[in-house]
Each structure stands twice: as structure tokens, then as C-alpha cells.
């Protein structure tokens, strides 16, 4: 909880939430000690759309300034952890993000910071991750006030104007762990739904870009 402008807000709300960016060789999940890095169409869809931690976007041709659908659930309850967005690139044109919200039946827009410059090789979290080193020396991986102070993690690196770097490992982050660690996660009791449009679309380049999936973390439990 925050106290803003005299009044307590909670940082469950997506509203304060922020946006990061990590290579899409370094975002991905773990299966076991086995690193599986986020490609355009890997595992991690499977792990969304098949067992249950959330869904993706796939649209294969997105139009600019277009919302398109990532979640639309009604009759449960749960919540809503990060969304994944897909990759752009930008090299003058400042690029955003705008996420529509419905939460409960109440309907809000949400704009992302703005991205001056930004490469197809980049994917951007709105939300919560997971951060690990990419550190190979076992010397000093082992280190663990180092690795929490941001070593080989870069935390005030900056992968555009404005975003955030996350050079190590950026890691998508079920549900349950973020309860279970305490990070904000974002609850719902009657219905969801989550659409995200992009001001810039690009040119497609091997299926990054705009063109690219995208995907939103989340939990559904139907309501009696």
C-alpha cells in the first residue's frame, strides 16, 4: 500500500506498475536448471495457453493504434500478473503501448512509458518478472548480496529512452509465486479482460516486430 495525495492506493493496480526491457535470448523461463528463452513461438506459449498460467496474443498481421484482445474472462475470479507485450522496434519514432482494463466491468486505459529507440530483438514486461544473473563464473554467481545489489543484472541500464534494461535473465512469474513472494499481482471477482495496442507497428522481420505473440499472466477460478 501507498498513501498519494492523501489517499491510500494499493500497488495491485496496473495503473503503477512499470514497463522493462530484456534481449529475447535472456527472457524466457526455467524447466528444471534448464534455461528456455522466449521466442516468437517456444515453449512459453505452450506453458500459457496449455497449462493454465495465462494466454497469448497471436494475431499474425497487427494493425497500428488497433487494441486486440489478450485475456476476456467473465464468471470467475482470480488475478492479473504481468502482460507481455510484443516486440517493436523503433529507431526515431517514439513508440507506446496502450493497455485497455476491465476489471469487474469497470473499463480503464492505461499508457506505457514512451520508447524512443528500441530493437526487434527486445521484449518488454508490463509488470511483474523474474530476475536472475547472467553471471557463469561460479565464483562469483554464488554471491548473493551482489547478485541482489544487481550484479550481472543491470538494473539502471537503459534498453531505450526512458525503459529500463534488465541485462541478466528476465523471467516470466507464475501467479502463485508472485503470491507467494508478495509481489502485487492485480484480483478480480467477477470478470476480466486485458487489450493492448501498439502506436507503431514496423516492418515484420523474421515474426518479431509487432507481429510478434504476446501473452498475459493470469489466474481463473469459476465462481459458485
Not at 534448464?34 to 494475431?59: I, R
Not at 488475478?79 to 469487474?104: H, M
Not at 516486430?209 to 481463473?220: C, F, K, L, N
Amino acid at each position: 500500500m501507498a498513501v498519494i495525495g492523501g489517499s491510500t492506493e494499493s500497488l495491485t493496480h496496473p495503473k503503477y506498475w512499470n514497463m522493462v526491457a530484456c534481449t529475447d535470448t535472456s527472457t524466457g523461463h526455467y524447466a528444471g536448471a534448464t534455461f528456455l528463452e522466449m521466442g516468437n513461438n517456444s515453449t512459453w506459449v505452450t506453458q500459457l495457453d496449455s497449462y493454465g498460467y495465462g494466454a497469448t496474443q497471436q494475431t499474425a498481421s497487427k494493425t497500428a493504434d488497433t487494441y486486440y484482445t489478450y485475456v476476456d474472462i467473465s464468471g470467475s475470479h482470480g488475478a492479473l500478473g504481468s502482460i507481455i507485450l510484443p516486440q517493436t522496434s523503433v529507431n526515431s519514432t517514439d513508440v507506446f503501448f496502450t493497455i485497455k482494463l476491465t476489471t469487474d466491468g469497470v473499463e480503464e486505459e492505461i499508457k506505457t512509458r514512451v520508447m524512443g529507440t528500441m530493437y526487434a530483438s527486445y521484449r518488454c514486461f508490463y509488470g511483474a518478472f523474474g530476475n536472475a544473473p547472467n553471471d557463469t563464473t561460479a565464483a562469483t554467481r554464488v554471491d548473493p548480496v551482489a547478485t541482489r545489489s544487481g550484479r550481472y543484472m543491470y538494473y539502471f541500464n537503459g534498453a531505450g529512452n526512458g525503459i529500463p534494461d534488465i541485462s541478466g535473465k528476465m523471467l516470466i512469474m507464475p501467479i502463485h509465486v508472485c503470491q507467494n513472494e508478495g509481489i502485487p499481482v492485480h484480483p478480480y471477482t467477477t470478470s476480466l479482460k486485458v487489450e493492448v495496442k501498439c502506436s507503431h507497428v514496423g516492418a515484420p522481420y523474421s515474426g518479431r516486430y509487432y507481429e510478434s505473440y504476446g501473452g498475459v499472466i493470469y489466474t481463473a477460478t469459476p465462481n459458485i
